[in-house]
């Protein structure tokens, strides 16, 4: 654990610059607004270790898949997020001197982003030749304007005289650290000095994915004006220089306004037009008043998702951090996006969308988002169901095989394991249905394209499976399941579950469905036999004597000992010990039976749940970002409050304490919701299976009390647990529901404790 910030319930600040852990400090202080994003890079430059990241929503590269071996059915590239032209350069001399914290001497460091709205503030005091200046820097990425960026930086003369130059610069010459083939993915187009603008395009490729053109622009401002510096273009690149002199006491505050535009929204020859009118809208207010009509549109959306907890700073500023991050990176404006690992923070995991989404996201954005948000999640899904059949045939298989990576439905991950075995994946996007309509009670979507996405999945499932004649059973071979530690296994036990209930679900949809999404479907009689046949002779893995589902067919056979027995210096595994060895091993990454369980929570006992918690967590490594939240949920429906505590904080405080030492290359993002599952599905317990909400609320022992909003089925309900509960209708229509199995009506102004 690697703790660099201070605890504060809504600052994430730190008066020390860690430059042996710069990158880690550049991952916590990135900055997005759903349509754009970048780490916490300093706006004047720094030379030593760092990774320069600049990220636009949709904006991919399909990079060259690069193997020894090559494979049928194989993808041709691996599509990544590419690193962005960047805005946000203000290089910075002082009496010639170049200011840069990685050599320059400085004092007085202080960094911190205000959870409040995203804003991102830095100061510290150059100390050149005979003269110290005070610099302060601000930026935010406008929720109210997508396009635009705001920079702005002040510099304050506390001795001496001093001659500062500010270099605004838009840098299209960048690279990638993470590719296979090549580190640049930029052509320059052109350089517009007049303008202060250059448009660059993504290089040809040979996979009939689209190139993208991304213009920038950008205009400097002092006291709300427009200032005309020096500007000078070479290629892919705009510097605009502006020299000040000022004497001991005088300061000088520059801002900088960007406007970024895609191809995306925007048809290139279209680009320097349109920016030019957003500039305009931009220019004709202050600095000011942007952020406070940014922190507004903030403002309202916290009034319905904040969470506050009493007794536990680190746990407080851990749940904050974690939605602003996760707000930063979607909330649903464009219904072409999604949400990836790692957001707008970094570059692995390419940027693209996973099963992550439907299994983690989808749960808690129903709950703290409009129903729209979640509804565009889903319909990301639909609109990608050609690329989802594509995927299946590609296996030689009927029906739609959802991708594990991709940016257009089409799978674009370079692993065998994953791209071939890991097709529990399809479960996860049909359950996101499942769990959308249970929770709103909005059939329209389930009823038609969520219908078409269901049989699509289930038919692929019905082509997948095999009959053993051996065991008169059904079975599914060669897969890798959530827990990546084993790979190309028999019966995988949460596979063979996810894939009956699948086509369990699908049927009894099917029986729902509009009439016309019905007939063009056209499932024969034949196949809904054959579909039932599955679900009535599946084959799963159990033990009786241990009394548990076994997460595959020879598990058991492995040597069985608990992750306690691991030397703390071999600890991640995943960065210490050969792959080979990692299979063999009886570890487990994340939840794999128990994510089952999990989902699938009405269908088990408490005693087999307990079994199985008890049989898997100790074998646990929770190197996946995504297992510690699962495992917190059953923890605290087993009682067992304590380790439901314990898991909280390794999800809550994921990326603020580097529990998995990986957090340079980028935040997790698709975890982040597991803080916000461990809260209110865990501690709380809340449920909403069988058409009604349920509570069974818990208060970890060194908490005083936790308080959340949730929306419900056009209703606002306030949940507050401490000695006593109480759970308060603040808007909509009245509610019966329950709290620990006693049923309770509620209406607006009255409180249940």
């Not at 059953?634 to 990326?655: P, W």
Request: with cysteine; hydrophobic share 40%.
């Amino acid at each position: 654990m690697k703790r660099l910030f201070e605890v504060d319930p809504w600052l994430v600040a730190t008066h020390h610059l860690d430059k042996a852990d710069r990158r880690l400090q550049e991952s916590i202080t990135a900055v997005g607004n759903g349509y754009m994003g970048l780490r916490g890079n300093f706006e004047e430059g720094y030379s030593g270790d760092s990774l320069q990241g600049t990220y636009l929503g949709g904006v991919w590269f399909p990079d060259k898949t690069r193997v020894g071996w090559w494979k049928i059915g194989y993808p041709e590239y691996f599509g990544k997020v590419i690193n962005a032209p960047s805005f946000l350069g203000i290089g910075i001399t002082v009496n010639g001197e170049q200011v840069d914290l990685a050599t320059s001497r400085y004092r007085d460091f202080y960094l911190a982003l205000d959870l409040h709205q995203g804003l991102l503030t830095r100061r510290f005091v150059y100390l050149g030749d005979g003269v110290e200046v005070r610099f302060e820097f601000a930026r935010f990425l406008s929720q109210t304007i997508k396009e635009a960026a705001f920079v702005s930086v002040k510099a304050t003369v506390l001795r001496g005289h001093a001659a500062v130059t500010f270099d605004a610069s838009l840098d299209g010459q960048v690279t990638n650290e993470d590719s296979n083939y090549d580190e640049r993915f930029w052509v320059p187009l052109h350089e517009d000095a007049a303008a202060k603008s250059i448009q660059l395009q993504t290089k040809p490729n040979p996979y009939g994915v689209p190139q993208f053109t991304v213009l920038l622009k950008q205009q400097l401002r002092v006291n709300d004006q427009p200032v005309n510096g020096q500007v000078a273009t070479t290629s892919g690149q705009l510097h605009e220089q502006v020299t000040v002199q000022l004497a001991e006491g005088q300061s000088y505050q520059l801002e900088k306004d960007a406007i970024v535009v895609t191809s995306r929204d925007v048809a290139p020859a279209a680009q320097a037009t349109t920016a030019a009118q957003l500039m305009k809208r931009v220019t004709a207010q202050s600095f000011a008043a942007h952020l406070a009509a940014h922190t507004d549109r903030w403002e309202q959306r916290w009034a319905k998702s904040d969470v506050v907890i009493e007794g536990d700073p680190a746990a407080q500023q851990g749940i904050r951090f974690n939605i602003a991050q996760l707000f930063m990176t979607y909330y649903g404006e464009d219904k072409r996006l999604n949400i990836g690992p790692k957001g707008f923070t970094g570059e692995k995991y390419g940027g693209a969308t996973y099963w992550d989404t439907e299994a983690f996201i989808v749960p808690m954005y129903l709950a703290v988002t409009p129903p729209e948000v979640t509804r565009a999640l889903l319909q990301y899904r639909h609109d990608q169901l050609p690329g989802a059949f594509h995927n299946a045939r590609q296996q030689g298989l009927a029906g739609a095989l959802y991708p594990m990576v991709t940016f257009n439905g089409i799978e674009c991950h370079n692993e065998w394991e994953i791209t071939f075995e890991e097709i529990h994946r399809n479960a996860a996007i049909a359950f996101a249905i499942y769990q959308y309509t249970a929770y709103t009670g909005d059939e329209s979507y389930v009823k038609h394209d969520g219908l078409e996405v269901l049989v699509g999945t289930a038919r692929f499932w019905a082509d997948r499976v095999h009959f053993s004649q051996r065991t008169q059973q059904y079975m599914i071979h060669g897969v890798t399941g959530p827990n990546e530690y084993e790979n190309n296994v028999n019966n995988n036990w949460y596979t063979n579950t996810m894939a009956v209930w699948e086509l369990q679900y699908t049927l009894e949809r099917l029986a729902k469905g509009d009439a016309d999404v019905v007939t063009a479907l056209a499932v024969t009689d034949q196949e809904k036999q054959h579909w039932q046949a599955i679900i009535d002779h599946m084959y799963y893995p159990t033990d009786d004597q241990l009394g548990i589902f076994v997460q595959q067919d020879n598990f058991l056979d492995k040597d069985l000992r608990p992750a306690s027995t691991i030397p703390v210096d071999q600890r991640p595994i995943n960065q210490h010990w050969s792959w080979d060895r990692i299979l063999r091993s009886p570890f487990i990454k994340q939840a794999d039976v128990l994510q089952g369980l999990y989902f699938l929570n009405d269908r088990f006992t408490k005693a087999e749940k307990e079994r199985n918690f008890d049989f898997y967590e100790p074998l646990t490594v929770h190197e996946s970002s995504l297992s510690p939240s699962i495992h917190a949920v059953l923890a605290a429906e087993l009682g067992k409050i304590d380790k439901a505590t314990e898991l909280y904080a390794r999800t809550a405080r994921l990326d603020l304490d580097d529990y998995n030492h990986d957090t340079q290359d980028g935040l997790h993002i698709t975890s982040m919701s597991g803080s916000w599952l461990a809260i209110v599905q865990g501690f709380a317990g809340m449920r909403y299976d069988h058409d009604q909400l349920r509570f069974h609320p818990q208060l970890p022992k060194n908490w005083r009390r936790y308080q959340f909003k949730l929306n419900y089925r056009g209703r606002l309900l306030a949940v507050d647990v401490g000695q006593t509960v109480t759970v308060s209708l603040l808007a909509g229509p009245a509610l019966d529901m329950a709290i620990d199995g006693k049923p309770v009506h509620l209406e607006v102004e009255d409180g249940h404790a």
